[in-house]
T-cell receptor, first 116, second 113 residues
Framework: EPEVTQTPSHQVTQMGQEVILRCVPI?????FYWYRQILGQKVEFLVSFYNNEISEKSEIFDDQFSVERPDGSNFTLKIRSTKLEDSAMYFC??????????????FGSGTRLTVV | SQKIEQNSEALNIQEGKTATLTCNYTNYSPAYLQWYRQDPGRGPVFLLL?????KEKRKERLKVTFDTTLKQSLFHITASQPADSATYLC????????????FGAGTRLAVHP
């Protein structure tokens, strides 16, 4: 069964440093998403991406965050200057249907980001 | 504002029994509702989608109901097994945006042998 692959599985970074989280979506997916989950809390929407541009973003997704699909396959989330409160599990997800109205989302296994 | 509520207390049941989990929502008229399973340290896994015009959906030992009048969905696992132990998340599309799925906090299910 096709999988969404995320790397690295765990990243430790100093506060103020830039991090790039990477995702390889399933090839026939058209819609891509980043979510985060702070330990013990709910899965929170960050951003959705379709046709090489952002289609929705949350209040969390401020100017410190950016997303790209640099080579038509990989999908990245960049945090420019990390803060302690950015420590969380970050999930990439994809869907082949409009807004997951048909097939649901396929999530990756996540990147655990620890900011120290 | 839109709210999704799931029972925050863990549900403990005996193997073989039926587990029933609840998802309530307010200030919302979603076109569909989804259920996901999440294991510790892993991403959510899609289980079932039910549309607003469907009362019930089944998949193997899983059954979901959707009552748009009560603004509630029930998720049932029949003949539960210890392997069903996980957190179950309810998710709805955000009405203000067509491409944004919002998750409830989830209910942890523990099935004991």
């Amino acid at each position: 069964e096709p999988e969404v692959t995320q790397t690295p599985s765990h990243q430790v970074t100093q506060m103020g440093q830039e991090v790039i989280l990477r995702c390889v979506p399933i090839s026939n997916h058209l819609y891509f998403y980043w979510y985060r989950q702070i330990l013990g809390q709910k899965v929170e929407f960050l951003v959705s991406f379709y046709n090489n541009e952002i289609s929705e973003k949350s209040e969390i997704f401020d100017d410190q965050f950016s997303v790209e699909r640099p080579d038509g396959s990989n999908f990245t989330l960049k945090i420019r200057s990390t803060k302690l409160e950015d420590s969380a599990m970050y999930f990439c997800a994809g869907s082949s249907g409009t807004g997951a109205s048909i097939y649901g989302y396929t999530f990756g296994s996540g990147t655990r980001l620890t900011v120290v | 504002s839109q709210k999704i509520e799931q029972n925050s207390e863990a549900l403990n049941i005996q193997e073989g029994k039926t587990a029933t989990l609840t998802c309530n929502y307010t200030n919302y008229s979603p076109a569909y509702l989804q259920w996901y399973r999440q294991d510790p340290g892993r991403g959510p896994v899609f289980l079932l989608l039910i549309r607003e015009n469907e009362k019930e959906k089944r998949k193997e030992r899983l059954k979901v109901t959707f009552d748009t009048t009560l603004k509630q969905s029930l998720f049932h696992i029949t003949a539960s097994q210890p392997a069903d132990s996980a957190t179950y998340l309810c998710a709805l599309p955000f009405s203000g945006g067509y491409n944004k799925l919002i998750f409830g906090a989830g209910t942890r299910l523990a099935v004991h042998p």
